[in-house]
């Protein structure tokens, strides 16, 4: 089998189509579908200060690095990264790291910001005492501390590395909980209003599979090794991984299926969840935006980090 | 654990919710769920000419003894048995028997149809040529008979035993497949309106599980084993099905999950595809409703039992 392009030797066979690319076409195939998601949803306008939330995961410096590349001729856009340190020993101060370099090497401005400083105790201290899905609770303070944070860079959008398999899996989740509602949220560009406290999220890697981002990170030199977070395999979402990986594996276009499936209803859910954000209040704590008196993260920093 | 109502001891704890109940509470509860949705659905109203798709398996067996149950004070509901045999030996011919003597003690009529009087091939001699997916050519040509021989029958309903089991199932399926607009003729009763030739379908066991209604048919006495077809394994759905009850199993309520789900969307569907009914035409061989021209019965007729 040659690339379908150039008939080079091929580097990649992708997932959906049983098509080959050698890597030069790949990489075409791959910046061009990235460039096609942020026309067709128009997530990126004029004027904007983009803050891309990175972990020094192949999804966010991925999407790092292409929307720098994509955007290098606009001087009406503005590019920062934000991290989030959850303070995970043998993990995320390695990626920090990497990440680290890599935003010097691309001269983009990094702002740091660590649940140690924010909430007084790192994950790994707050799992001592939580013994519930680690997922639960840290994913409840990033997401905070993302919004926060990049409201207060004074970002316009909020980037995130969400891929194909990341919104395969989340609309699954919603799907089988019976939080349809949720997914009204999801999408290549998230509907929640400005002025309601919410930072505007993009996610320009919406139609690339997980397996396409590694083989760009990796073809690209980016790094050669994919770690996972070593809570993750606790979560639903680790189950609903493995499960649409096998469909996947035995029924080509699965997950393909799902986000087509996904985008036809979207508008529906939209539609009929449109007055939700009316009833987003201001946490009586933090002031963040919350759907109850005071917010989730708040929740957990008084009944948990501080208990 | 005792009986959540009244103490006697239990037989079944019900999937969703933990709850235990002895045969008496049980059966109530089975058969209150199969009347709050006929009621709650309109499936039955005045002057029905009511036909039960019959197989001599658990479900339809469960179906036609409780709408016999449920309307027999009812003079103007007449309820008919139909049966399609495929014939697949050592399978068919034994549940058609049990089912005729069933219909007998229920004092139902019942209208066995088979394949091999329709089509000139039983299922058996059709799969000795055709070596696509069994259920695919089945299903087309088991569908096509129960619409087209309930007609002849002056039906004004034609209820099914599908189970809850079996609608999470097709709609996981039409979501991975990107068949969403399929899913709009699901719910509890079929959408299609009847003078495109369609007789209006109704399934008063949605909301139980396959679970209670084989726990229901045995409690009953109707039977002690439940038989699967010797070429279900092969398909789609049974991958699927397998998928969903590891799922269930891990974390109760996913099935429940995915119908509450699918109820909260199905009228947005409903009205997305509203206008789809009216390219249905008649098949040009056979006048039966049809996508096409040929519909996909005759085209398996054709291409396939003829050739």
Redesign the interface.
């Known amino acids: 089998m040659a690339c379908k392009n150039c008939l080079e030797k091929p580097v990649i066979k992708l997932q959906n189509n049983n098509v080959s690319l050698c890597k030069k076409c790949f990489i075409e195939y791959f910046e061009k579908k990235v460039k096609k998601t942020i026309t067709d949803y128009k997530l990126i306008r004029k004027n904007e200060n983009i803050v891309v939330a990175c972990s020094g995961g192949k999804d966010s410096t991925v999407l790092l690095y292409l929307i720098k590349k994509i955007t290098s001729n606009r001087r009406d856009i503005k590019i920062t990264a934000l991290a989030i340190d959850e303070g995970i020993h043998g993990y995320r101060n390695k990626s920090l790291e990497f990440l680290k370099d890599f935003c010097n090497k691309q001269e983009v401005e990094l702002n740091i910001y660590s649940y140690k400083e924010e909430f007084t105790k790192s994950l790994d201290e707050i799992l001592k005492t939580y013994k519930g899905i680690p997922c639960s609770i840290c994913g409840v303070l990033r997401r905070y501390l993302l919004n926060k944070k990049s409201k207060e860079l004074k970002a316009t959008k909020l980037a995130t590395g969400h891929n194909l398999d990341d919104e395969a899996q989340t609309i699954t989740m919603?799907?089988?909980?019976?939080?349809?509602?949720m997914s009204a949220r999801l999408g290549p560009i998230a509907g929640i209003i400005r002025d309601k406290g919410f930072i505007p999220r993009i996610k320009p890697l919406y139609f690339l599979t997980e397996k396409e981002v590694a083989s760009y990170a990796f073809l690209k030199g980016f790094m050669d090794k994919f770690n996972e977070c070593p809570n993750s395999p606790l979560s639903?979402r680790a189950?609903i991984r493995d499960?649409l990986n096998?469909?996947e594996n035995?029924?080509p276009?699965?997950k393909?299926?799902?986000i087509?499936?996904f985008i036809?209803?979207l508008p529906?859910?939209k539609e009929?969840y449109k007055n939700d954000h009316e009833v987003i209040k201001s946490c009586k704590i933090c002031d963040e935006p919350s759907s109850q008196d005071i917010c989730k993260s708040c929740y957990y920093i008084e009944t948990v980090i501080k208990a």
Chains 1, 2 share one sequence.
């Not at 919603?174 to 509602?181: A, L, M, P, R, W």
């Open positions: 919603n799907y089988f909980k019976n939080n349809v509602k639903y189950q499960t096998e469909l035995k029924y276009g699965t393909n299926g799902i087509s499936s036809e209803i529906l859910l009929k």
